[in-house]
């Protein structure tokens, strides 16, 4: 019994002494913690550098005014902070960016208006919630009045080239209208009845002088951010080889003079894929194509098929 007691009292001496060591070491590193710079024991956040003059197509942006900077400021670290997003949208431009610029040009709307693009779809075929369409995001009433044919089997809103030069004609109305591009491109998101009416309203067309919705008041400004991060990747982290970007598709074109009435067929007889053939030409939304008369469609076919 004498020897069980002396073994206990052994036990707990040992237990007392491991418990204040280990509270020793524990604060000792809780007081080490507590003096160590932050930046030893967090990622530091750093705000980016945000630029203080822009234009847009050529157009000087008011950025001395505060409530302008605010505005450019807010959507400028919004997006800067959405990096997955941003990355994506590079690799995207790669492949698209030239067909828009080409098209851009050859209707003497500034090279700025791609960025509007990205605005509007991020470069996708995107459906909105208003159930706005394509690259340019047109309705389906406002689309046949600039040549965008909307049927069963064909929705030209998803024809990448072909609503690029529907935007290019609503765009050139836009500026004969207000004067300005960037009131042309304020009025790409809220229309031009409207831009019209609060211009009317508040006795000025200048974008930066009017109170529009919301969607709108910051619209310019995102068009300017991708403006701004687009031609400054590098500046701001978003490298990028080229190898890794996507680009155009090597594709021939199909004059389509006739309906086509099994699309699957015809993709085979094309030595490619239904799969492949709607990849490249979204705009066929169907199984058939159904050609009515002195209507003709230009079909995309991979040059090297798989």
Known sequence: MK???TTKKTVSTIVIFITVALSSIVNKL???ANTEPASENMMALR???VPVQMNFAGERVPLERWEIKEQWEREFLLIHSETGTVFYIIKLASRWFPLIEERLKANDIPDDFKYLCIAESNLQNLISKSKAVGFWQFMSYTAPGYNLEINKDVDERYNVLKSTEAACRYLKQAY??????TAAAASYNCGQGAYSSHAAFQRTKNYYD???RDETNKYIFRILTFKHLM???EKYGYSIERENTYQPFATKTIRVTSSIP??????LSNATTYKMLRILNPWIRGRSLIVKGGREYDVLLPVESK
């Open 3 to 5: 020897q069980n007691a």
């Open 30 to 32: 809780s007081a080490q």
């Open 47 to 49: 705000m980016p550098v």
């Open 176 to 181: 004969q209208k207000f004067g300005s591009w």
């Open 210 to 212: 009017l109170d529009i």
């Open 231 to 233: 031609e400054n990747k």
């Open 262 to 267: 099994d699309l699957a067929r015809f993709a």
